[in-house]
């Protein structure tokens, strides 16, 4: 009878545990809607719970979602054009963690990286978020709340391409000569070492440090994106008790059926729908030459097209 009894009282703590373990996660679903593959990275901070992941390969149109603890707080990102040397060495072209395999286990993105950032069950049971581009830009990237029950929930990313039109002295090309493209595109920080364009030194505060003509090219085509360290009042959000949709490559004109409410509160665009179409850069100048006249009419052609999409009854129920 007393071998009975425990095993029935294991049972019950086992469900219990799972229980209450399911209700004190967030489920994270990464969404790669790239037309390539890419390797998601993830890096917890120092005190927090190890996740049962640290990178993997997410191949075009796949998703994979993942439990994280409600106490957590890290970084994720993806990395890009990634294989094995002749030693079975495993890097990236882009945003690299330096492991040398697949996960990460502890690294962190090697800058330029397009970084979300999370601090969940933080002050006030709140989850804060953003979407950086502190530390540079290699791809599109869009978090999405469900099911939050406190904050304001916004959606948040860069939904822009900046690859293309990536000021010529910050781009990293890949090729040689006219045949190279533009893989990533490095923050000034990153690019020139400069204390006023990495806010150190004399310039490591608020009041020092503003945005730089650098930093407001990426807030300009994403803003409600971080674009510099002190960006903090138009890029951190909010939310309680939310699981979380992480989408690298989403379409700029991302429906609102995703995104949720058609007016959620934030005070900034989530695309700067006018850079949906980026000019090219004079060679040697971090200067941007006008649209040409075809490159006008489709990007107005295309705005009115997502206008339509967004705002129009009949299609939201589709």
């Known amino acids: 009878m007393g071998r009975r009894l425990l095993l029935f009282l294991t049972i019950i703590v086992f469900f219990a545990f799972s229980f209450f373990s399911e209700v004190e996660s967030a489920s994270f679903r990464i969404i790669n809607k790239c037309r390539h593959q890419i390797w998601p990275g993830l890096l917890s901070g120092a005190n927090s719970p190890p996740l049962p992941t640290t990178g993997f390969l997410l191949n075009a149109g796949r998703s994979r979602t993942i439990t994280i603890p ?32 697949v996960e990460c ?14 601090t969940l069950n933080g002050a006030d049971g709140l989850d804060f978020y953003d979407v950086s581009l502190v530390d540079g830009y290699n791809l599109p990237m869009l978090i999405v709340a469900k099911g939050g ?10 939904l822009v391409d900046l690859n293309g039109g990536c000021p010529s002295d910050l781009k990293v090309a890949r090729g040689n000569g006219s045949r190279s493209s533009g893989v990533a595109c490095r923050s000034a920080c990153e690019a020139f070492g400069d204390p006023r364009y990495c806010c150190s030194e004399g310039y490591s505060t608020p009041d020092t440090c503003g945005p730089s003509s650098y930093s407001l090219y990426f807030k300009h085509a994403c803003p409600r994106a971080y674009s510099y360290a002190y960006d903090d009042k138009t890029s951190t959000y909010t939310c309680a008790s939310a699981n979380y949709l992480i989408i690298f490559c989403p379409l700029p004109y991302t429906s609102q059926k995703v995104l949720g409410a058609r007016k959620d509160g934030a005070p900034l665009p989530l695309v700067n729908k006018t850079m949906m179409y980026l000019s090219t850069a004079r060679s040697g100048s971090s200067s941007f030459s006008g649209p040409t006249p075809s490159q006008s009419i489709v990007a107005y052609v295309v705005a009115i097209a997502v206008a339509f999409f967004l705002f129009c009854p009949c299609l939201h129920a589709l």
């Not at 286990?105 to 999370?118: H, N, Q, R, V, Y």
Request: contains cysteine; glycine residues 22%.
């Open 70 to 101: 409600r106490s957590w707080s890290g970084r994720i990102w993806a990395r890009t054009l990634c294989g094995q040397d002749s030693d079975g060495k495993f890097s990236c072209v882009t945003a690299d963690c330096g492991s040398g395999k």
């Open 149 to 158: 029950t406190r904050g304001g929930c916004s959606a948040t990313g860069c």
């Open 105 to 118: 286990g502890g690294g962190g993105a090697k800058p330029p990286a397009t970084l979300a950032e999370f």
